[in-house]
């Protein structure tokens, strides 16, 4: 199953002198829970801060500090630590750092790993985090120091505007460690099998006017579209999000497209499409909307009030339409999401959509479908071979989809 491009990575975890070096514990707990082993190395002025005693606790690695280089195995602790890893993250990063990884010094131990990484493409993802007061963050000497690393191949994240320990609120306070990992996430994703890949993905619900306050619309989330789009950045591809209202943050690297009506959905999806190699229609849109949308509020009314519905696109058929000219997507994976004879229904729905793979949803199960974190499905193809998953989170019932999708992109993965 693809996998969180974080599981089993190394990654070295330098930490500075500042006051955010506290939540570099948060990052550091965060990155052990998602798989990767964490070295960490603080400068003297972390140190002052945050003992490395905090680290070891929450990584169960060593940490370092610079009088580290002076033990039985000085000679070799930079070089080392170097040479197994898959990334440098320096979070926070400081002004001071910053200066000196640009020109190249060398005087502590995460100077000197850093320099130990080497530079150019192959070298190991140079990650940094900045953290200071705004102006010396907006200072020429620092922009310059950011622009040579940027230059060198370094990406950055951050800072933040807001409450700084100077009392200003302004750009310089460290990105939060949910994010930073996010972003470190989707780095290390870039070189996965589905490198070059463009695959659109549409999620959550739609919402059909009945007059401005009030729509028709359905119990969908969000979750299990927004773990596709998760599962197809771990696999390397380039995601569109095309996303109905929810109350999730996409994930890192997506590019977002937000819908409200699944008129709008139709209009963003068949214009992605035509760019994609994959189409995951995820989404719950509504096959029915107001025929005539009220232009004022609808005002209380004895009785029985009747709304006539009109018949929305299908936006699936759609997309089958338009790739008869486009080529495009290469291959179309729907969901059906059904309360009855899941297979059959699902079956009928693969054919008349035409698609390559659908996933049949039993939505009324209490720990599948809509709105919990689980999910129980069934993958039927158009060979006519089926598959039945067991239960499992939505991110991997979305790995095991998007595992499912690289032979169908990548043909010469069957050989
Ligand atoms: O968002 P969550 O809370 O995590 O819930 C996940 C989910 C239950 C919404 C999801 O797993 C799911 O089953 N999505 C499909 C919902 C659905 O609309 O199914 P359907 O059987 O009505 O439609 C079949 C397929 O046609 C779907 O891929 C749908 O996106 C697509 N469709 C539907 C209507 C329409 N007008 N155009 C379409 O393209």
Redesign the pocket.
Known sequence: MTQNPLHKKNIILGVTGSIAAYKAADLASKLTQNGAIVNVILTDAAAKFISPLSFQSVTGQPAYISADLWGAEAHVLHIGLARKADALLIAPATANTLAKLARGGADDLLSLTALALGSGPDAPLLMIAPAMDAGMYSHAATQENVEILTRRGAVFIGPEEGHLASGLVAKGRMSEPIQILEHLRYQLSRSGPLKGCHITV???PTQEDIDPVRFLSN???????YALAQAALDAGADVTLISGPTHLTPPAGTRLIHVRT?IEMQHATLSASKTADALI?????A?FRPAQPAEQKIKKAKGVLSLPLMQ??????AVNQQRATTLMPKILI?????TQSLTSNAED?MRR?GLNLI?A?D?SARDA???VDT?RVTLLYADGHQEELPLMS?LEIAAAVIERAIPLLNPQENV
């Open positions: 549409t999620a959550g119990r969908s989330t969000g979750k299990q579209g699944a229609m995820t989404a719950a849109v096959d929305n696109p299908d936006i699936l058929a729907g969901f059906a999401a059904e729905k959509k996933v949803n939505v479908g809509f709105a999910n939505k």
